[in-house]
Every structure is written in C-alpha cells, then in structure tokens.
C-alpha cells in the first residue's frame, strides 16, 4: 500500500516537474522563435520547384535539423487524450516548434551561403524513440538559389 | 559536385543520365547519452545530442550517395530526398537519394 503511495507521488513531482519546466522551456522557445523569424524574414522559402530565371544562380542543399523532446506532462495528457480522441494540442505545439526551429537553421545556411531564395523545401519528420517516451526529428531541406553575378 | 533537390536547373542542360544513387547510415547514441535523454524526456526541450548524431548521420548518408555518383562519373546529384526512420531504440536509419547526372558547363 505504501509503495503504490509512493509510486503515484513520484507520478506527481514528475507530471509537476514536466509541467512547470515542459513550459518555460515552451514560452522560451516560441519567444525566441518569433524574434529569429523576424530577423531573417528577408529571405524567401519557396515551396516550389520551378526556380527562377532571372540571373544566374548557384544551387546548393542546404538543411536544418532539431529533435525535440516531448515532457512528462505532455506525454501525460497525450495518453488521457488518447482515451477519448480528439486533438492532442501537447504534441501539435511541439511539432510545431520543431518545424519553426528546422526552418530557421536552414534558413541561417542558406544565409551564410548569401542566397537570395531557398527553393523546393521538403521536410521529413520521425519519431526518435529514446526508452519509454518519445522525441521527434524534424528536417527541412531545400536548394539555396546563390546568385552569381558575371 | 553539385547536390539538389531541384529536378530542372536554369540555364543547365543534362547531358547524360546516369540513374539512381543512394546513401544510407545507421547510428545510435551510447548509453549515457540515452540516460540524460530519457532525463530530459522529463523536462522537455531540444535533445542537442541527438539533433548532432543525426546531423553527422546524414551528412555521411550523403558523402555515401556522392561516392556512388562520382563512380558513375556524375557531377551532379539532382531532386534528392531524405528519409528518416527509427528502426530501434535510440538507433535510426538515414537515407539519401538522387538522380545521378552529367550536367553541361558546370
């Protein structure tokens, strides 16, 4: 009896801890998000594969990659979701996240490459399974279009 | 040799197909990474190990695919695409692939 006491009060420090640290790091990072966004706004990501043809570019890949961690709360609530279906709002921020994050990294290779577009963006998405809870990758990939002038 | 996952480049005519080439990797992460990961499962936030071991997993996924390329006598690598899967417990396979082709004027 007193071990099952124990076991749900751990169950609880974990699911507080996921809570409160699960989202300052959220806040944190939708914070930082925004403010990155804003700084390389300038440069286009185009979901398109027709490049154009105005100057002559140079191609090359660029790409950007996070794994985020879900939390313990976040978990948590995922499953209590599962039960009855519906939208499992814990996991669309944080896929969210990782998808804004990847899109900055490429964004800053292309940036350094001095592009002017980055062309035909792709994204591939897994999950990373690390013991019982689970993470998710996210890449974004495209072709940075580097003008070359001659 | 240029790598893109466009299919046509502006002003660049294809020479010569030379077909499909690939590149995969498989990697995992000591234990000890996997521990401070399953600590930060608790926490939430990036798993900066992993964002690195996949990172360097497919840039060899690529020197592979490149490898083929350039043994078929390619200088370009043209519409690849990434794919990503989770075969075990801290273990996930990358793979790459493209079209090998011989452009002009590169």
Do not use: C
Request: glycine share 8%.
């Amino acid at each position: 009896m007193s071990s099952l006491l124990g076991q749900a009060a751990g169950v609880v420090i974990l699911l507080v801890l996921g809570y409160l640290f699960g989202r300052l790091a959220e806040r944190r990072h939708f914070q930082r998000l925004v403010r990155q966004e804003a700084e390389i706004q300038y440069l286009p990501v185009v979901a398109s594969r027709y490049p154009p043809e105005d100057r002559p570019y140079r191609q090359q890949l660029v790409s950007g990659n996070v794994v985020i961690a879900s939390d313990y709360f976040k978990a948590f609530m995922a499953a209590l979701i599962n039960i009855f279906g519906g939208r499992v709002t814990p996991f669309e921020s944080m896929l969210d996240r990782a998808r804004r994050e990847s899109i900055l990294r490429m964004k800053a290779a292309a940036i350094e490459l001095d592009a002017a577009y980055v062309f035909n963006i792709k994204f591939d998405t897994t999950r990373i399974a690390t013991g019982r809870l689970g993470a998710m990758e996210v890449l974004a990939y495209g072709t940075a279009m580097i003008p070359q002038d001659t | 040799m240029l790598v893109s996952n466009l299919e046509i480049l502006p002003g660049r005519t294809i020479v010569r197909h030379l077909g499909l080439v690939q590149g995969s990797s498989v990697r995992s992460k000591h234990v000890g990474r996997d521990i401070a990961a399953s600590l930060k499962n608790i926490f939430g936030g990036e798993l900066r190990g992993y964002t690195e071991l996949l990172s360097d997993s497919r840039e060899e996924a690529t020197e592979r695919m490149l490898a083929q390329a350039s043994a078929v006598g390619a200088n370009a690598v043209l519409n690849i695409r990434y794919s990503t899967s989770s075969i075990a417990a801290g273990a996930a396979e990358i793979f790459v692939y493209g079209t090998a082709v011989e452009l002009q004027d590169v």
